[in-house]
Each structure stands twice: as structure tokens, then as C-alpha cells.
T-cell receptor, first 114, second 118 residues
Framework: DQQVKQNSPSLSVQEGRISILNCDYT??????FLWYKKYPAEGPTFLIS?????DKNEDGRFTVFLNKSAKHLSLHIVPSQPGDSAVYFC?????????????FGTGTRLQVFP | GAVVSQHPSWVICKSGTSVKIECRSL??????MFWYRQFPKQSLMLMAT?????????EQGVEKDKFLINHASLTLSTLTVTSAHPEDSSFYIC??????????????FGPGTRLLVL
């Protein structure tokens, strides 16, 4: 049973536009959510996170929104840049302070074209 | 920033041989490290939790005798794939837990090791 789902396997966005990556989860006990960026043949790199007590967290061009009632979170990248082209994984944890059990989504491949 | 390294970055081996993969935290100590594997176009799946000075905790369905984990120091964990078979071919990624300034811990990932078993 996939507890964290990224239903869009790929997304293509023009440079300068907004990229919106979506993630849905089923377990209402998840307390902390993270986004990772992954290039081919590399490990994931932590990007941004949000705890369940917030509905928005912003870091530069990256903003994560959390809608707990809908069990949905999204990552907004604006403006999108070609270097943002990568696979993005959302992950969830049951514990804000102990993220040892991360449940990952299947990833969304973002391609930003000029 | 935190750096986690893995060695080797890729390995090709014959079926039946054993392969050791090292995971190191370069600028911090990690009492807990994790080993994941990722098949093409699939999510990262946690295989086991590696605890310094104690036995690893394996996830359901992961054979502990096949995937040997040793966490000998606070900066090194090793994964040994014993008697590797073609179905073990995958991308293996480790991560290490590091304390966050704001409290709690976050996982930092290594670059991964691609294993191809012929």
C-alpha cells in the first residue's frame, strides 16, 4: 500500500514559469514532510520541509504548501530554471524530531526547458 | 553542508560473488545510518537501519543474511551483498542522521552505488 503518492510521473515546464509538484498521502499521523531532489546516479538532496502544524514554508524559489484536510502537499518552484530539472521525491515522517522512518513517494521527473 | 559519501559509486560483479559498499559521514558523527535501494522508476525503499555498536534493524522482506550491515564506527556503515544474483542489481543509497540546529534530526543521503550483477 503506497502511503505517499506522486501521481504525476513527469512534468515539463518552460523556464521562468512556475513548477508545481504534487504529493498525496493516506496516513493522517504523518507529522513532517520533506521534499528531496535527485539527479541521475546521485543520492537525493534535501530541499525543503514542513511540519504538520504549518501550511506553508518558503525558502527562496521553493515553497511547500500543506493541506492537512486533503492530505495533500505541493512544491512550488518559481521561477523555474533549467538546473531544476531532476526527479523530485516527497517523503513523510511520523515524527517531526525523528525522521528515521521516511516514506517516499515514487517521484516526479521535472524537466525545465528554455 | 553535511556530506555523506559512498564507495564504490558503481560496481559490476559476477553472480555468486559478494560486494561491499561503504557509507561514510564526512563531517559529522552519525549513530544511525540507513540503507535504501531503488529500482528504476520506483521509489526509494528502506532496507535496514544501521545502528553504531549494535545489530542492524531490517525491514520486512529484507534478508538479513544476504544483506549484511556493519556499523563499526560513528562515521562508517558497510553493506555487504552476499552471493549476489542478477535480481540484486539496483541502486543502493545510504543516508546518515544529523542533528538539526532547530532540533530533531534530518537524513542526509549519499550519492548512491549502482550494482550490476552479471
Amino acid at each position: 500500500d503506497q502511503q505517499v503518492k506522486q501521481n504525476s510521473p513527469s512534468l515539463s515546464v518552460q523556464e521562468g514559469r512556475i513548477s508545481i509538484l504534487n504529493c498525496d498521502y493516506t496516513n493522517s499521523m504523518f507529522d513532517y514532510f520533506l521534499w528531496y531532489k535527485k539527479y541521475p546516479a546521485e543520492g537525493p538532496t534535501f530541499l525543503i520541509s514542513i511540519s504538520s502544524i504549518k501550511d506553508k514554508n518558503e525558502d527562496g524559489r521553493f515553497t511547500v504548501f500543506l493541506n492537512k484536510s486533503a492530505k495533500h502537499l505541493s512544491l512550488h518552484i518559481v521561477p523555474s530554471q533549467p538546473g531544476d530539472s531532476a526527479v523530485y521525491f516527497c517523503a513523510a515522517s511520523l515524527d517531526l524530531y525523528n525522521t528515521d522512518k521516511l516514506i517516499f513517494g515514487t517521484g516526479t521527473r521535472l524537466q525545465v526547458f528554455p | 553542508g553535511a556530506v555523506v559519501s559512498q564507495h564504490p559509486s558503481w560496481v559490476i560483479c559476477k553472480s555468486g560473488t559478494s560486494v561491499k559498499i561503504e557509507c561514510r559521514s564526512l563531517d559529522f558523527q552519525a549513530t544511525t545510518m540507513f540503507w535504501y535501494r531503488q529500482f528504476p522508476k520506483q521509489s526509494l525503499m528502506l532496507m535496514a537501519t544501521s545502528n553504531e555498536g549494535s545489530k542492524a534493524t531490517y525491514e520486512q522482506g529484507v534478508e538479513k543474511d544476504k544483506f549484511l550491515i556493519n556499523h563499526a564506527s560513528l562515521t562508517l556503515s558497510t553493506l555487504t551483498v552476499t552471493s549476489a544474483h542478477p535480481e540484486d542489481s539496483s541502486f543502493y543509497i545510504c543516508s546518515a542522521m544529523r542533528l538539526r540546529l532547530a532540533g530533531g534530526e534530518t537524513q542526509y543521503f549519499g550519492p548512491g552505488t549502482r550494482l550490476l550483477v552479471l
